[in-house]
């Protein structure tokens, strides 16, 4: 364990099912990051949250809707997906937004879009 | 366009052996820092290296920083089978707010 917790660790999903991704972290981290990993594509980073605050959205589709109810919890909120969703998306967390900070990782949700 | 890109793709020797990766980037970054990535897993954060310093050990683990070549490399000196994993370098910049960049990663396997 990380101190990164990503539920579930597996989802299949059919294109108009809604279904939201959680992450968890105790470390006392203030930012929280959603990344995208497609097969033999660099990482993509999706948001980035600052205090429970976003930061960066990079040009996500929105069916992808992220929450920040507070800055130990970060969900991502699915609908509607396509079947080129189809990734691991990794949470992390880091001690502020900033050089010098390495990043804490989960061990990622694997999701299937059907 | 993509700021950092692992070179080699794919890596396979023998436990024991040391394995090289390097990483090249585009523009000028903070710093960069190397990831392990276990297959199916989040990645581990392994090294951070400023661009003010040149090379940094931790371990079995040697990384060095030629910014005038916008180059690093990541030795892992005598293998060992559970070293197997991908690894990445993520380059360290602002551009709106400060993040990192990933590549695609090296992919090593080390065989006993």
């Known amino acids: 364990e990380t101190g990164v917790t990503q539920t579930p660790r597996h989802l299949v999903m059919g294109m108009t099912n809604k279904k939201s991704l959680k992450c968890e972290q105790h470390l006392g981290h203030n930012a929280m990051y959603w990344y995208k990993q497609s097969a033999k594509k660099p990482l993509e980073l999706m948001f980035v949250?600052?205090?429970?605050?976003?930061?960066e959205n990079n040009s996500v589709p929105s069916r992808f809707s992220p929450e920040c109810p507070n800055s130990s919890h970060l969900f991502l909120h699915l609908h509607t997906l396509q079947p080129e969703d189809s990734a691991l998306y990794l949470c992390?967390?880091?001690?502020?937004?900033?050089?010098?900070?390495?990043?804490?990782f989960g061990s990622g949700t694997r999701l299937t879009v059907v | 366009s993509q700021q950092g890109e692992e070179d080699p793709q794919a890596l396979s020797i023998q436990e024991g052996e040391n394995a090289t990766m390097n990483c090249s980037y585009k523009?000028?970054?903070?710093?960069l820092q190397w990831y392990r990535q276990n297959s199916g897993r989040g990645l581990v954060h392994l090294i951070l290296?400023?661009?003010?310093?040149r090379e940094k050990h931790s371990g079995r683990l040697r990384v060095t920083l030629d910014t005038s070549k916008k180059s690093s490399s990541l030795l892992i000196t005598a293998s060992r089978a559970a070293d197997t994993a991908s690894y990445f370098c993520a380059t360290g910049l602002y551009s709106g707010t400060y993040k990192y960049i990933f590549g695609t990663g090296t992919r090593l396997k080390v065989l006993a």
């Open positions: 523009t000028s970054i903070n710093n």
């Open positions: 290296i400023r661009s003010n310093e």
């Open positions: 949250y600052s205090l429970e605050e976003r930061v």
């Open positions: 992390a967390s880091s001690q502020d937004i900033g050089q010098d900070y390495g990043y804490t």
